[in-house]
């Protein structure tokens, strides 16, 4: 763990960094976005110069998280990934899962998925993912080459709903993963750092929590500034900081 000075510092943002996330709902229930205002005590962390000894080097000394560290890991910890852009590939994919969450089967999931990316045309890689999780682009004609009219009135009468579990956990995982390093990237983490702070982070969720966790797309700033010193040292988040 990184040192920091009396007054604030790695424990401070443990407390009270916020990450604001895309929340929305699932496929054809609309969407919204929400986004958590962050605790601006940074102004109270001061630098330090001594911290303990790091576990693996005993007797050696690493560098203090100063002010600028303090700054970078705020940032860390703000990461909103709803309005991510992050091309056709994801996007498709991420539509997939959706209609495999309203009862869709997968041979059918992806017929609509790639159904959809078609009709949009070059328009849909640049959506966020905010859009894409609102069902934008959704429609019965779009949606008739995959599916009929018959399956279609069966699932609405069915009423169940979308439902996460009925997807398969390892493509939950793997998916969040993906969202979550692309926006641990957009603080300056490069492609390996950015993956194994996605990776720690989405890693602390048991199979049961990813339905959840799926659905509000919402990584708590605790987990991720609790992971960040196994993937970034002091020094880098400084340099990252200045």
Partial sequence: ???????????????RAAIAVGASAVLLGGASCTQRTMDESIRDITPTTTIA?????????????????????ARVAAVDTS????????NRQFLTLQFLAVGLD????????DSITAASGDEFASRPVSQVMSGAGITPDVLLPCVSTD???ALSKAGAGADL??????????TLTELASAGYETVGLTPVESTCLAERVVGTYTDADLAEVMTTLSLPAD????ALPTCVTGERANELGA
Avoid at 83 to 90: C, D, I, Q, R
Avoid at 106 to 113: G, R, V
Avoid at 223 to 226: C, D, E, S, Y
């Fill in 151 to 153: 399956r279609m009135v």
């Fill in 165 to 174: 579990k009925r997807i398969p956990p390892d493509v939950l995982r793997s």
């Fill in 1 to 15: 763990m990184w040192g920091v000075g009396p007054m604030g510092g790695w424990t401070t943002w443990r407390r």
């Fill in 53 to 73: 000894p790091a576990p693996t080097q005993p007797g050696a000394t690493v560098p203090a998280v100063t002010v600028a560290g303090s700054e970078f890991v």
């Fill in 106 to 113: 997968a041979t059918e999931s992806k017929c609509a998925a």
């Fill in 223 to 226: 987990r991720a500034v609790t």
């Fill in 83 to 90: 309005e991510l852009v992050l091309g056709a590939a994801f």
